[in-house]
């Protein structure tokens, strides 16, 4: 089955304590993306990669890494994680340069 | 219809009628834009999209209207059924990077 599988689901942290979600996806997917979704602002891109070893920064950047080692993962990375990264976030990859995208379940972080 | 940065708006329709769904979008370099439905407790799932040099296409069930010279994208669903209920965004792509709209929800009534 194609899917996009983010790991955690749900986490709950600390300020200043560094975290990793996962991603994979099975599709041999090209396009990979991070987004983070707030109530009333409706998805922002935080980072995307065009192909493995190639990441750029989206609309949010600022607090996140991100890597690209292996075509099918994409791990965020939040290093000093604060109360405002507090948000659901979604990875997606596409075959068509973003479009027509698969999204994961989500992940839903809380910082405290 | 939806914008950046404002609440939700609303739509509710009887089960039957076709639904129209409304995006303003901001960037008239934009080369694609897209519609996605999410669930609750879901990811976006894609719908349907169009390119820039088009002004209508067709799926199954649904239609994207796209008007550039107002920049204005429009989502219609005929015979909307209650699985139709959910959030819909319509997403922008210029360049490499997407920009969403904040989102519309549609409620269903049997």
């Known amino acids: 089955e194609a899917q996009v599988t983010q790991n955690p689901r749900y986490l709950i942290t600390v300020t200043g304590k560094k975290l990793t979600v996962t991603c994979s996806q099975n599709m041999n997917h090209e396009y990979m993306s991070w987004y983070r979704q707030d109530p009333g602002l409706g998805l922002r891109q935080i980072y995307y990669?065009?192909?493995?070893?190639?990441?750029d920064k989206g609309d949010v950047p600022e607090g996140y890494k991100v890597s690209r080692k292996e075509k099918r993962n994409f791990p965020l990375i939040l290093e000093s994680p604060s109360p405002n990264q507090t948000s659901l976030y979604f990875c997606?990859?596409?075959?068509?340069?973003?479009?027509?995208?698969?999204f994961g379940q989500g992940t839903r972080l809380t910082v405290v | 219809g939806e914008s950046v940065g404002l609440h939700l708006p609303t739509l509710s329709v009887q089960e039957g009628d076709n639904s129209i769904i409304n995006c303003a979008y901001s960037?008239?370099?934009?080369?694609?834009f897209i519609w996605y439905k999410q669930e609750s407790g879901k990811g976006p799932q894609f719908i349907i999209d169009?390119?820039?040099?088009?002004d209508k296409r067709q799926g199954q069930r649904v239609t994207v209207l796209l008007n550039k010279t107002v920049k204005h994208l429009s989502l219609q669903i005929a015979a909307t059924q209650p699985g139709d209920s959910a959030v819909y965004f319509c997403a922008e792509r210029w360049g490499n990077q997407f920009y969403f709209g904040t989102g519309t929800s549609l409620t269903v009534i049997p």
């Open positions: 990669s065009m192909n493995v070893e190639v990441t």
């Open positions: 169009i390119r820039s040099n088009m």
């Open positions: 960037n008239s370099a934009s080369d694609y």
């Open positions: 997606a990859s596409s075959s068509q340069g973003g479009l027509e995208a698969f």
